[in-house]
């Protein structure tokens, strides 16, 4: 009887075992996949880590890149050249080999895949890893800007080729896109100068006469207005940084505003109404600005009796809605949509510049639009997401 209860319980322990490993088993199957789903995450994912350090530029990222690009082709040793040296090597043989890498890459150079053996490789250790290679170009608009170079100690398969020429196909791809990185950089920059080179010149001019205006009657008030031009062309001609917070840019329009009413005195009134949670949102450097000197310029210059800026800052869930609404002398709308689309020759302050750079940035639907007509002033409204990935204030 005890000899049947011990086997009894025996049985009872292995169907627990085996039923606490096979739930291990499925558990691991769901969560890791099959071996080729295995392969594929870890491929993806090495390509993912070697793509940002590319992005960067061959000469500045190529170094953090390379390992992962050996382990795409799981080769001994890899390199990168520019044409002019060696960017980068990774693996062994280095220091026996990596003089030879200009060499190695000629054919390459010139836009061709080459298979090279022992004989051109050439080392002089029995064991050494490095005797075959594979090198491929690296193109950018369809110029060749370098090369990869695979070693191995085998005589590489077709496989292994075709592999080469795919990650080297990848690696020309991240550098066009840094090219086209910078080339948006360099636009960017170009578009801000070009804004920065629109800011009223007589506005700087009349902002200084009202400052000396005052030295003699009211040296204190003189000396706070010159801290605020100050503060204000330091923000205007800052050099770092696509974005800043809507909060800077604000603050940046109550200076201007400040100096414009120690021209106008009583003549200009502001309304400000900005909702707290839409402080922190990013937006493009200097799109509020120019806004709010057209409605200073336009909307209020020229005129006898006193005028009115409504400027407000709107929380509208995931966006933020902004808005500068002057009450003067408004204008065409037919001229309007010229400035925006860039047809019109008028010397309205960067209103295409604002709309083309919040389009490019955000997308068509968060453009400017205008609300105006002769007489009755004009508004200019727009929309910014609070989120958007790769917008960041600086």
């Known amino acids: 009887m005890e000899s049947q209860v011990v086997v009894f319980v025996v049985a009872v322990i292995a169907v627990s075992l085996a039923a606490v490993l096979l739930t291990r088993l499925v558990r691991s199957r769901l969560v890791l996949g099959t071996t080729e789903d295995q392969t594929t995450y870890r491929i993806l994912h090495t390509t993912s880590l070697a793509s940002p350090e590319l992005r960067a530029g061959l000469a500045a990222g190529a170094d953090k890149a390379v390992r992962h690009l050996r382990e795409l082709l799981a080769t001994p040793a890899l390199a990168l050249t520019d044409g002019d040296g060696v960017v980068t090597w990774d693996g062994a043989g280095g220091n026996a080999h990596v003089h030879d890498v200009r060499r190695h890459a000629a054919r390459a150079l010139d836009g061709n ?81 070009a804004l920065r080179a629109q800011i009223s010149p007589h506005f700087i001019y009349n902002a200084l006469g009202a400052i000396a205006s005052y030295v003699r009657t009211d040296p204190e008030h003189a000396r706070e207005l010159l801290l605020e031009f100050a503060d204000f062309t330091r923000y205007s001609f800052r050099r770092h940084g696509d974005f800043t917070t809507l909060a800077e840019e604000l603050r940046s329009i109550e200076r201007y505003l400040t100096l414009e009413k120690a021209r106008f005195g009583d003549r200009l009134s502001v309304t400000l109404r900005v909702a707290p949670e839409v402080l922190p949102v990013a937006v493009p450097f200097l799109c509020l600005q120019p806004l709010v000197e057209n409605a200073v310029r336009h909307g209020l210059e020229g005129r006898a009796d006193p005028g009115h800026i409504t400027i407000i800052a709107e929380d509208a869930g995931n966006e933020a809605l902004i808005s500068i609404d002057d009450d003067g002398v408004g204008m065409d709308p037919e001229l309007a949509r010229s400035l925006l689309t860039g047809d019109g020759a008028g010397d309205r302050v960067g209103l295409g510049n604002v709309d083309e750079r919040l389009r490019a940035v955000f997308g068509d639907e968060y453009g400017l639009v205008i609300e105006t007509a002769y007489g009755a002033g004009t508004k200019v409204s727009l929309r910014v997401p609070k989120y958007r990935p790769g917008v960041h204030a600086t």
């Open 113 to 193: 895949t080459d298979v090279l053996g022992p004989a051109v490789v050439e080392c002089d250790r029995l064991d050494c890893p490095v005797r075959h290679a594979v090198a491929a170009s690296l193109t950018s608009d369809d110029r060749v800007e370098g090369a990869l170079i695979a070693y191995t100690s085998a005589r590489p398969s077709a496989g292994l080729v075709r592999a080469v020429e795919e990650v080297a196909r990848f690696v020309s791809g991240q550098l066009e896109l840094a090219e086209f990185d910078r080339e948006r950089a360099k636009l960017a920059e170009a578009e801000i100068r």
